[in-house]
């Protein structure tokens, strides 16, 4: 498909907020698939998952699970999708890679454990995941936010 392009180098950082939260509803809504908004950043092809959203008008069922995307705001924090596959593998399905957002699309498969999640991107190819601890994630935000307060005296 796109493999002329020299792709970047990515990597997906969940911290362990996140992740639970994932698993939790990934959980809550078996044997039916449950789906989610990822919000986050990508800054130099590292993306940083730090929130998630229930979209609206979802619809799931045992072996479907999808939005329409038209209501969705265009908001640029949203970042990616993930999905639950309660039976099979991790890998993405035809309509999974047909209905790709964003930059990053993340499936948990049963059960739902720390070693069921699986990043993709929009070619079907894995992205390494880091499971980043919350020290580290705190860590990281406390840079962030430290670095848009440097910026916010620019002008001065
Ligand atoms: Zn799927």
Known sequence: MLSKNKKLERKITLNQETRDGIL??????HP??????LRGK???????????VIPPFSETGA???????NPLPLDPSYI????????????PSLTDSNNFFGLVSIIVKSPYE???IFAWDSSGNKI?????????????????????????????
Not at 24 to 29: D, L, P, S
Not at 42 to 52: A, E, F, P, R, Y
Not at 134 to 150: A, E, G, I, R
Request: proline share 4%; hydrophobic share 40%.
């Open 128 to 156: 390494p995941l880091d499971m980043g601890c919350s020290l580290f994630y705190h860590f990281h935000m406390v840079l962030v936010l430290h670095w848009q307060f440097l910026s916010s005296f620019h002008y001065f």
């Open 24 to 29: 939790t509803f990934c959980k809550m809504n």
């Open 63 to 69: 072996d479907f699970a999808g939005f329409p995307h």
């Open 114 to 116: 720390n070693d069921d």
């Open 32 to 37: 039916n698939e449950g789906i989610l908004i």
């Open 80 to 91: 990616g999708i993930v999905h639950s596959h309660p039976a099979g593998s991790a890998e």
């Open 42 to 52: 990508s800054k130099h092809g590292n993306v940083l998952i730090d929130g998630l």
